[in-house]
């Protein structure tokens, strides 16, 4: 029988992690910048996504990858600066196609719609390459478990649980964000200059993801 962690251990974990995650870092602002610039649909998807990347850091510690991202510099910015990249490239995009969300608005056929899948990539890509949670599952995932039973079933375990309230939490900021975006369609113009911003703040995300300072 696969041993867990007791009901105390439970609760410190599930606070420490609604903490963590209702601090605004890489993910909510990448759920902020995909609600605002491909909708809510492929947001939703991209949440999951991300939460699905996340997961993945989780198996890396499990089974001693994470230690070796946290405990070498090379690794840690070699991770960070690729997850930093592609989120400026996705924020480019949304400036360079700025116009797309007001040309769907008039029935129009915009080619570059992301597919369901490609919404899912584009979210597992960031969150397994975001630094702020390979750090945190590294440090915090061994401190609620039974140092007497094995570590890795459990370690997956809380991951999973972390990942899933990632997801409810993220899906949250891509509802708010999705509303304030239908008060700007109410007027086709404003939606350039909301792409335009939703691209600026993936941007910043990146800018923030690449300045990560190791170990923190």
């Avoid at 040309?103 to 630094?131: F, K, Q, S, Y």
């Amino acid at each position: 029988m696969v041993s867990v962690p007791t009901l105390s251990q439970f609760a410190a974990f599930a606070l420490a992690s609604i903490v963590f995650i209702l601090i605004p870092g890489p993910s909510v602002l990448f759920a902020l910048g995909r609600a605002l610039t491909a909708g809510r649909r492929e947001a939703v998807l991209a949440v999951g996504g991300n939460a699905l990347g996340q997961f993945g850091q989780v198996l890396a510690v499990a089974v001693g990858l994470g230690a070796l991202v946290a405990a070498s510099a090379t690794a840690f910015t070699v991770v960070k600066l690729v997850g930093a990249a592609y989120v400026v490239y996705l924020g480019i995009q949304a400036i360079r196609h700025r116009g797309d969300a007001r040309a769907a608005l008039h029935g129009e056929d915009v080619a570059r719609r992301t597919t369901a899948w490609g919404a899912i990539r584009t979210g597992m890509v960031v969150g397994a390459t975001n630094p702020k949670t390979i750090v945190f599952h590294l440090a915090f995932l061994p401190q609620f478990i039974d140092t007497s039973a094995p570590a890795v079933p459990q370690i997956l375990l809380l991951g999973a649980i972390f990942s899933a309230m990632a997801f409810a939490c993220d899906s949250g900021w891509v509802l708010a964000a999705s509303r304030a975006k239908a008060w700007f369609a109410r007027k086709p113009t404003r939606l350039d200059s909301l792409g335009a911003g939703g691209g600026v703040l993936m941007i910043g995300l990146g800018a923030t993801m690449a300045t990560a300072s190791h170990g923190a």
